[in-house]
């Protein structure tokens, strides 16, 4: 499987960006397709995830309320509002077998986008 991110930049706080991924290839292997972010200096941590179906949907506490993850056949996007600086990191999207949220447990990765977000 190979995911190709986009829609990263540059926002001011309270601003609203668009992430993209598109799956190819071998795409009967996802339940799960994810986004993950990691801010210089931290661990990458999960931000949100959509199962095939699309009927179950999660997020991490600190993106609830503000972001939105959905899915359209083989691509999953993340539509990110009321943007704070410390949403500033490189995201990754992210497929797994598995309806999880631990990114060990997850078996493809995208390259990254990066979200910078000024004060």
């Known amino acids: 499987v190979q995911l190709q991110a986009s829609g990263g930049g540059l926002v001011q706080a309270g601003g609203s960006l668009r992430l993209s991924c598109a799956a190819s290839?071998?795409?009967?292997?996802?339940?799960?397709m994810a986004w993950f972010r990691q801010a210089p200096g931290k661990e990458r941590e999960f931000v949100g995830r959509?199962?095939?179906?699309?009927?179950s949907i999660y997020y991490a506490d600190s993106v609830k309320g503000r972001f939105t993850i959905s899915r359209d056949n083989a691509e999953v996007y993340l539509q990110m509002n009321s943007l704070k600086p410390e949403d500033t990191a490189v995201y990754y999207c992210?497929?797994?077998?598995?309806?999880?949220?631990?990114?060990?447990?997850?078996?493809?990765w995208g390259k990254g986008t990066l979200v910078t977000v000024s004060s």
């Open positions: 992210a497929v797994s077998r598995r309806l999880v949220t631990n990114p060990l447990q997850y078996d493809y």
């Open positions: 290839g071998r795409t009967f292997q996802i339940y799960t």
């Open positions: 959509v199962n095939w179906s699309g009927g």
